[in-house]
């Protein structure tokens, strides 16, 4: 047997030679197939820069596949042969726990420093001492038990063998192996907990994203939309309507004579009535696709999906009657005794992305409109017309 460095080029890292035989023609075959598949692997891992990652696993899978059949058939042999169990308890064990561990080492070798250099310095290793070990004391004892020794004489002998040294190496081998195994459950367990782990972290850090992505769309003082998630949900319900045909409505509502109120009553209490008025809105705009948004100062800005101009105008009749039940104190103002809102509407069915700023400006001058005509009213734009002139309601 020869092992030459893992760097050599297009030289096999364990070569074939007559110190390998057992005498065993199917064993001896077995190991000449797996010493190929070895080699294989080794190339693929050290000799192929453009092997892909599944070719490379492709030819771990038929190694140990291979590997896993001559265990089967060596144990056969062994049972059949009527090897004495103590041997075949030695020889079974160190075959499992050497699938177990291959197998770990490949699937968790990443973090490894040099995953490659340390798998096959591990199969180096087991195979010479499979060969050369374990299974030579198998085929010994196989052609004395054939000769007609009993298979405890058999396995006796392999206690008094000349070669000691081998011989308790392998005792000392099989003990490793089974430390082996047990660090490498060990290792599963850990990595399956810190995957767990990652996995708590990762959906956390999610939750905690949406729950950022959520805060980003809110106004701070009102607790409804802000004006950039109106704009998105506005190009979004446009591209929508337009497929399906639909009509999509928006209604601009401003406080009526918000200065004087904040001048008078201060801005402590400017901003609470701002947030009573949102609630009372709220209230009136409560369909789950609607959205009321803020569009900065004293106005607000609703979305109305599948909604026609008649439909709009009815909301917002019972938006700005909403508002006026609040019955806030309004000192100040010369349309009436309390907080009022004017409202501007305008609907249209969107045929172009364009159609949504488009239907924005006409609500915005519907909403100039009601406040020309006296305020505290609604007022519908028209399609057709530079500016709305309609008043539908006076509230």
């Known amino acids: 047997m020869t092992i030459p460095p893992p760097d050599a080029p ?32 080794n190339r ?8 892909s990652a599944s070719a490379q696993q492709a030819a771990f899978d038929e190694l140990l596949a291979y590997a896993h059949r001559h265990f089967e058939d060596e144990e056969q042999l062994m049972r059949d042969a009527g090897v004495d ?5 030695l020889h079974e064990r160190l075959h499992r726990e050497f699938v177990a561990q291959v197998r770990s080492m490949w699937d968790t070798r990443g973090p490894l420093r040099q995953p490659a250099e340390t798998l096959m310095g591990f199969l180096t290793a087991w195979l010479g001492l499979h060969i050369l070990g374990v299974d030579q004391s198998m085929a010994r004892q196989i052609r ?58 990762t959906a956390e850090l999610e939750a905690a994203n949406r729950r950022l992505e959520a805060f980003s769309r809110i ?12 704009e998105q949900r506005l190009r979004e319900e446009v591209a929508r309507h337009a ?3 639909r009509p999509l409505a928006v209604v601009i509502f401003d406080v009526d004579h918000f200065k004087r109120y904040n001048d008078h009553d201060g801005h402590q209490a400017g901003d609470a009535c701002l947030q009573a008025v949102a609630r009372a809105l709220r209230s009136e705009i409560y369909r789950e696709p ?39 104190p309004h000192a100040d103002s010369p349309t009436a005794p309390v907080v009022t809102v004017s409202a501007g ?24 409109a009601a406040k020309r005509a006296g305020r505290n009213r609604v007022v519908v734009g028209h399609l057709d017309e530079a500016a709305p002139v309609q008043a539908i309601s006076n509230t």
């Not at 693929?44 to 092997?51: D, E, N, P, Q, V």
């Not at 054939?146 to 005792?171: T, V």
């Not at 106004?219 to 109106?230: E, K, P």
């Open 219 to 230: 106004d701070g003082l009102l607790g409804i939309a802000n004006r950039g998630y109106f």
């Open 345 to 368: 509407v305008a609907a249209l069915v969107p045929l172009a992305p364009e159609d949504g700023p488009h239907l924005v400006q006409l609500a915005d001058a519907a909403l100039y």
């Open 243 to 245: 497929r399906q045909g």
């Open 85 to 89: 169990p103590r041997h075949r308890g």
């Open 144 to 201: 004395a038990i054939r000769a007609g020794a009993a298979p405890a004489d058999a396995y006796a002998r392999e206690e008094q063998h000349p070669d000691r040294g081998m011989a308790n190496l392998l005792r000392m081998m099989g003990q490793l192996y089974h430390v082996l195994a047990e660090r490498n459950r060990d290792l599963q367990q850990a990595n399956a907990t810190l995957e767990q782990r990652v996995r708590e972290r």
């Open 44 to 51: 693929a891992l050290f000799h192929s820069a453009t092997l």
């Open 10 to 41: 297009e030289r096999d890292v364990f070569v074939w030679d007559a110190t390998l035989i057992t005498g065993l023609a199917e064993v001896d075959a077995q190991h000449h197939r797996l010493v190929d598949l070895f080699n294989a692997l």
């Open 290 to 328: 609607d959205l009321l948004a803020r569009c900065g100062g004293e106005e607000m800005v609703a979305l109305l999906v599948d909604t026609d101009a008649v439909g709009a105008r009815r909301v917002a009749e019972r938006a700005v009657a909403a508002v006026r039940a609040l019955a806030l």
